[in-house]
């Protein structure tokens, strides 16, 4: 793990921006994945905003999302909804660049319909995994990424890239697997608040509750995975 500390959410945030975000899309076609919850808000509203919104190759980016609650765009569940209403309605993509993963689907037909997608569209690996330029996943206060929650961590292993998965209260949920994480060319996690510094240290403790968290996982299968966070280990 290379940890990544600033001070504030929004500091975190630029740093996320500045770091990877602006050089990645500079460099050409960039396939980002982002996650939904809460703490990206933040991220996409300063993706929004001057100074970024003028620094960022707004014509490279190609917009996925790790996963999505198995609800219509409009419900306030929606992480694509949360990405509209906090960046999508501020700036200008073509509808060629956002690959909206249709919650308002029947689960196991858009699972395998945004596999496909997926599949036709980036570079794989020689065993076929899609190659994601940047996968910048959220972490729970249970410690699950993506959708993948501590009661289904057969998912770490799963080769589909995206399956059906289910919330621990029910919800049904289209999720990226570990294995496409995992070879991602460029991985980071974006965490902050108390409850997530709590997580990480456990993390970076190896206490043996944390063996139970889907995020240890990742973190454990990949060494260069960036932890942007504003608590301190
Ligand atoms: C989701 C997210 C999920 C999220 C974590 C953290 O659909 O909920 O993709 O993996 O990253 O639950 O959520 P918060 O940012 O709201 O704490």
Same mark, same amino acid.
């Given at each position: ?21 602006? !050089?990645?899309? /500079? ?13 990206? /808000? ?64 029947? !689960? ?15 570079? /794989? ?24 929650? !501590? ?9 589909? !890239? ?10 049904? /949920? ?60």
């Amino acid at each position: 793990m290379i940890l990544k500390h600033a001070e504030t959410p929004a500091l975190v945030a630029e740093a996320i921006i500045r770091e990877l975000l602006i !050089p990645g899309a /500079r460099a050409g076609v960039f396939h980002l994945a982002v996650s939904g919850g809460s703490t990206p /808000r933040l991220l996409f509203e300063l993706m929004a905003q001057e100074p970024f919104v003028a620094e960022i190759e707004w014509g490279n980016l190609r917009l996925y999302w790790v996963d999505e609650r198995c609800v219509p765009p409009t419900d306030a569940d929606s992480n694509y909804g949360m990405t509209k209403r906090a960046l999508l309605d501020k700036v200008w993509l073509s509808d060629k660049q956002i690959m909206r993963i249709r919650g308002e689907a029947e !689960p196991e037909a858009e699972a395998s319909r945004y596999t496909t997608l997926v599949c036709d569209t980036l570079p /794989r690996t020689d065993s076929g995994l899609p190659i994601f330029d940047l996968i910048l996943l959220g972490m729970g206060d249970d410690g699950h990424t993506s959708s993948i929650f !501590p009661h289904q961590m057969h998912l770490l292993e799963t080769l589909t !890239p995206y399956v059906v998965a289910t919330h621990p209260a029910g919800q049904k /949920r289209i999720a990226l697997t570990g294995p496409t994480i995992l070879v991602a060319k460029q991985l980071a996690f974006h965490a902050v608040g108390v409850a997530k510094g709590h997580i990480l240290r456990e993390i970076c403790a190896g206490v043996v509750e944390a063996k139970a968290y889907p995020s240890t996982y990742l973190l454990e299968h990949r060494a260069d995975i960036a932890f942007y966070t504003d608590q301190r280990v």
